[in-house]
């Protein structure tokens, strides 16, 4: 990732943070409507749910420009997802869905740019996070 590209997912997300409830729960219905297969993985409140994406989202976007810094808490993350049963091809489900919100989110705001962005903001993470985990 650029610099203009960090500056564009930090700066499209600080416009979905006063929402950050309904961008969470539009999240999970985009999810769970394209891939329902991944809805047992999700045992607990959902709410809860909600705001520890968006509790993540917002804590990783903020350090976008130094990665290094969190790379062991996004290894953490990957270490617990793979004890809550997600596999490497759920990561790219994700993404979509995340995609898919911000765009809804953002409308006219989530151009091509940002939306380029997004993509390599996750995969950069979703990379990291797949490599690190142990299946």
């Known amino acids: 990732m650029n610099a203009i590209q960090v500056g564009l997912v930090q700066t499209s997300f600080r416009k979905v943070l006063p929402s950050a409830g309904a961008v969470g729960a539009l999240f999970y219905q ?29 804590y990783v976007v903020e350090r976008l420009d130094a990665l290094p810094t969190i790379l062991r808490d996004i ?7 793979v004890r809550y049963g997600v596999l490497p091809e759920h990561y790219a489900l994700v993404g979509a869905a995340l995609l898919a919100t911000l765009e809804k989110g953002l409308g006219p705001d989530f151009d091509a740019e940002t939306r380029a962005a997004w993509e390599a903001a996750y995969g950069v993470l979703s990379g990291a996070m797949v490599q690190s985990a142990a299946w």
């Not at 985009?30 to 991944?38: D, E, G, I, K, M």
């Not at 999700?42 to 968006?54: I, N, R």
């Open 75 to 81: 290894q953490d993350l990957a270490q617990r997802h």
């Open 30 to 58: 985009q999810l769970f409507a394209s891939a329902p297969q991944l809805r047992p993985l999700f045992k607990g409140d959902l709410q809860e749910q909600q705001t520890k994406l968006m509790a993540m989202l917002r």
